[in-house]
């Protein structure tokens, strides 16, 4: 039930396409779900967050949208672009207590 | 500027020693993380810590120590007892209670067994 279950594992869009990561729970409890993003050799970096309360939410190019009913919530990247080819992870917690994270999502965005 | 500063960016580990990563963080937060992540793969919890001189074991501690003595430090020790250490280990800070709940992720260590 701590699971948070990713997909595709990996993915490949042209430039200027829309890429679309989901993410799955069991945990009705979680209650913030920020995604990372993670260039090679990097230490992952906080894209874009959400809270149960919204179902989307968007800034820049990245939206999350968000259904609570069915306990998903997937990232998606407008206009993708070259340079945001990278590994995503989304994750989940309860309030303070520590990130559940899915196991990665690989983009690579062609020109 | 406030961040997580790990150390040694890459470090190489003889069979049968123990060797220590660094992890100093100025961002004033209580909680603190340490990850291992194989090629390819996801983010393993390996130790955390929510308070000073307190921590908890991960998903994959054995083979793993760490202390927490001071609120900006939490190293993480190789053991010999880890049998496949060759991996990047990734440190990470919160605020913890209270929020906001991100974390803030450290630049890694890459251990490579020789």
């Known amino acids: 039930q701590q699971q948070v279950k990713q997909s595709p594992q990996s993915l490949i869009v042209q430039k200027g396409g829309i890429s679309i990561i989901n993410c799955a729970y069991e945990?009705?409890?979680?209650?913030?779900f920020p995604w990372y993003q993670q260039f090679p050799g990097k230490g992952p970096a906080l894209l874009i967050a959400?809270?149960?309360?919204?179902s989307e939410k968007k800034e820049g190019r990245f939206t999350i949208s968000f259904n609570k009913s069915a306990k998903q919530f997937s990232l998606h990247i407008m206009d993708s672009q070259p340079g945001d080819s990278a590994t995503y992870f989304c994750?989940?917690?309860?309030?303070?207590?520590?990130?559940?994270f899915g196991t990665g999502t690989r983009l690579q965005v062609f020109p | 500027d406030g961040g997580i500063t790990q150390s040694p960016k890459y470090l190489f580990r003889k069979e049968g020693q123990n060797v220590t990563l660094s992890c100093e963080q100025n961002?004033?937060?209580?909680?603190m993380y340490w990850y291992r992540q194989d090629p390819g793969q996801g983010l393993r919890l390996i130790y955390y810590?929510?308070?000073?001189?307190?921590?908890q074991k991960g998903d994959i501690a054995e083979g793993y120590s760490v202390s927490r003595e001071k609120k900006e430090s939490f190293p993480l020790t190789v053991t010999s007892a880890q049998k496949n250490p060759t991996a990047f280990y990734l440190c990470?800070?919160?605020?913890?209670?209270?929020?906001?709940?991100?974390?803030?992720f450290g630049s890694g260590t890459r251990l490579t067994v020789v």
């Open positions: 961002l004033n937060h209580d909680a």
């Open positions: 810590s929510q308070i000073v001189n307190d921590f």
């Open positions: 990470a800070s919160s605020i913890g209670t209270g929020g906001p709940y991100g974390y803030t």
């Open positions: 959400i809270r149960p309360d919204v």
């Open positions: 994750a989940a917690s309860i309030s303070a207590d520590k990130l559940i």
């Open positions: 945990n009705t409890a979680f209650d913030y």
